[in-house]
C-alpha cells in the first residue's frame, strides 16, 4: 500500500525566508498530490495540489514541484509571514478510498 | 455558513463514560470520514461512509461506533472511554467515495480523565 514520508517534523524560519517542505511516497501509480494547512484550532485545508501530469504549480507565494522519477514532492513557501505559521500535511491520492497524510510539518515563523 | 460543522468542540470526561460526537455537512456531498489527530498531529482516518454506507472501517475498537442517518451526517459514539481515546477528532466529507479533495470540520477535543 500506500506510504508517505514528510520532513521535517519541524521547521523554523525568520519572516520573509523561504521555507521548504518534502514528502516522499511509495506508490508509482500515484497521480495527484495535495498539501494541506492546519492553523491552531482548526481543521486540514487544502492549499495546493498538484497532478501527475505536471511537474510544477504556483499559487502566489505558495508552490509545489513534483519529482515522479524519485518519487518526491515539496511544498515551497516564499517570503513567509506570521500567518504561515500552522501545521502543513502532505497527502498521497486515496487508496480504497482512504487518503494517507504524511506525519505533519509545524511551521513557526518569527517575525 | 459552515461547511462542516461538529459538536461539541470540547469535551471533558471520565474513564469508563460513553460520549458522543455529532457531525453535519451542508455541501452535499456523498462520503463523509471519521479521522483521529493523536498528540503527535497525526492524522488517521478511522471510518468513512458513502451514501450512509459504511465503506472504511479501519482497525478501531469496537468500542468506538460509528452513524450515519442521512449522507449529511455522520456521528461517532464511544463507548467505555479509556485515556488513550483522548485525542482530536475530526469529521470530513468528499464530494464522491475516492474523491481526492477532503473537507475537514474544526475538530473535537477529546479530555478522558
Known amino acids: 500500500g500506500e506510504n508517505v514520508e514528510q520532513h521535517p517534523s519541524t521547521l523554523s524560519v525568520q519572516e520573509g525566508d523561504s521555507a521548504v517542505i518534502k514528502c516522499t511516497y511509495s506508490d508509482s501509480a500515484s497521480n495527484y498530490f495535495p498539501w494541506y494547512k492546519q492553523e491552531l484550532g482548526k481543521g486540514p485545508q487544502l492549499i495546493i495540489d498538484?497532478?501527475?501530469?505536471?511537474g510544477e504549480k504556483k499559487d502566489q507565494r505558495i508552490a509545489v514541484t513534483l519529482n515522479k522519477t524519485a518519487k518526491h514532492f515539496s511544498l515551497h513557501i516564499t517570503e513567509t509571514q506570521p500567518e504561515d505559521s500552522a501545521v502543513y500535511f502532505c497527502?498521497?491520492?486515496?487508496?480504497?478510498?482512504?487518503?494517507?497524510f504524511g506525519q505533519g510539518t509545524e511551521l513557526s515563523v518569527k517575525p | 455558513d459552515t461547511a462542516v460543522s461538529q459538536t461539541p468542540k470540547y469535551l471533558v470526561t471520565q474513564m469508563g463514560n460513553d460520549k458522543s460526537i455529532k457531525c453535519e455537512q451542508n455541501l452535499g456531498h456523498d462520503t463523509m470520514y471519521w479521522y483521529k489527530q493523536d498528540s503527535k498531529k497525526f492524522l488517521k482516518i478511522m471510518f468513512s461512509?458513502?451514501?450512509?454506507?459504511?465503506?472504511i472501517n479501519e482497525t478501531v475498537p469496537n468500542r468506538f461506533s460509528p452513524k450515519s442517518p442521512d449522507k449529511a451526517h455522520l456521528n461517532l459514539h464511544i463507548n467505555s472511554l479509556e485515556l488513550g481515546d483522548s485525542a482530536v477528532y475530526f469529521c470530513?466529507?468528499?464530494?464522491?467515495?475516492?474523491?481526492?479533495?477532503?473537507?475537514f470540520g474544526a475538530g473535537s477535543r477529546l479530555t478522558v480523565l
Open positions: 497527502a498521497a491520492p486515496p487508496l480504497g478510498g482512504k487518503l494517507i
Open positions: 470530513a466529507s468528499s464530494q464522491r467515495s475516492g474523491a481526492n479533495v477532503l473537507t
Open positions: 461512509y458513502n451514501n450512509k454506507e459504511l465503506i
Open positions: 498538484i497532478r501527475s501530469n505536471v
